[in-house]
């Protein structure tokens, strides 16, 4: 199991709620099994994110468990609440609000199994409460993932003590894993354009790495990993919104293609300056029609 938390969180309510529960997943393909609410009341979520006035409304992300993990129904309960201790430490149950959902993923072909995410929508409002000196905690803000090294290692610790509960395997990280909080850094603050090349860079070391070996894969990579909103997709591209834009961007070449083969794409790949490369993708002009 790993916890992962995305860049989303400035949309309305039935955004991250309707995506949690809808038939289809983010690449538009049917789910094998209806999600299932686990914890939460999705329409009062949905209210609360929309009676937030800040720019950032929510926090989202999900506990995502291999194809050899199968906790029971009171594991992932136990795990839920955890879960929620760490990420709203000081908070009781009654002091914020989140929904937590299942997604099924189909089973695994070598051991027959499906893996499974549970996903999470957490505002990021203070439903009641008052301060040591009797002030009304009501409507305060509250971030159940501040950026800073203290968040990731106390999610690192949680996600360690949690396998090693259950006796799953610890989460080794791939050394030469899409550094994605290096590459918010860098995409932040640039223009489109700019950061879809900084985007096809990351993928790039993702695909060479086989931590991406499908277009699917790419997709669930670009939106859970990164974050990314994925309007639309075509045989030959993928069209992505990135944070604080109106509008997505068309992306076209090998790896946005539905029918390329990895591996071969994989093999192209030539050195240079020590850096392995995927040849060029490219970006059209942002326009109307990419919008879904």
């Known amino acids: 199991m790993i916890v992962q938390f995305f860049k989303t969180g400035q949309s309305c309510g039935e955004s991250p709620v309707n995506y949690l529960l809808r038939l289809r997943d983010h690449v538009g393909e049917l789910r094998p099994e209806l999600p299932e609410i686990l914890e939460g009341n999705p329409r009062l979520t949905i209210a609360l994110i929309n ?16 194809p050899g993990e199968q906790p029971s129904k009171a594991e992932l309960s136990s795990i839920i609440e955890k879960f929620k201790s ?70 690192a610790l949680f996600t360690q003590v949690a396998n090693h509960e259950h006796g799953w395997p610890p989460v080794v990280e791939n050394p030469l894993r899409v550094g994605v909080d290096s590459f918010w850094r860098k995409a932040g603050n640039v223009s489109n354009s700019k950061a879809a090349e900084l985007l096809r860079q990351e993928l790039n070391k993702g695909i060479h790495c086989e931590k991406i070996n499908s277009r699917d894969e790419l997709c669930t990579y670009m939106d859970q990993l990164l974050g990314l909103t994925i309007t639309r997709t075509g045989t030959n591209y993928v069209s992505v919104k990135f944070p604080n834009t ?47």
Request: glycine share 10%; proline share 8%; net charge positive.
């Open 51 to 66: 009676g937030i006035s800040c720019q950032h409304k929510y926090a989202s992300g999900c506990l995502a468990f291999r």
């Open 86 to 155: 760490v990420a709203a430490p000081g908070l009781e149950l009654d002091q914020f609000n989140s929904l937590f959902v299942l997604h099924r993923e189909p089973p695994d072909r070598k051991i027959g199994l499906s893996g499974f995410h549970v996903h999470f929508v957490m505002p990021m409002t203070i439903l009641a409460g008052v301060t040591a000196n009797g002030k009304d905690l009501t409507g305060r803000r509250w971030n159940p993932h501040p950026p800073g090294k203290q968040t990731i290692e106390m999610m």
């Open 246 to 292: 109106g509008r997505a961007v068309r992306l076209k070449g090998a790896m946005f293609e539905s029918q390329t083969d990895y591996a071969t794409l994989r093999s192209a790949t030539s050195q240079s300056h020590g850096v392995d490369k995927i040849p060029p993708q490219t970006t059209s002009r942002p326009k109307p029609d990419w919008l879904a």
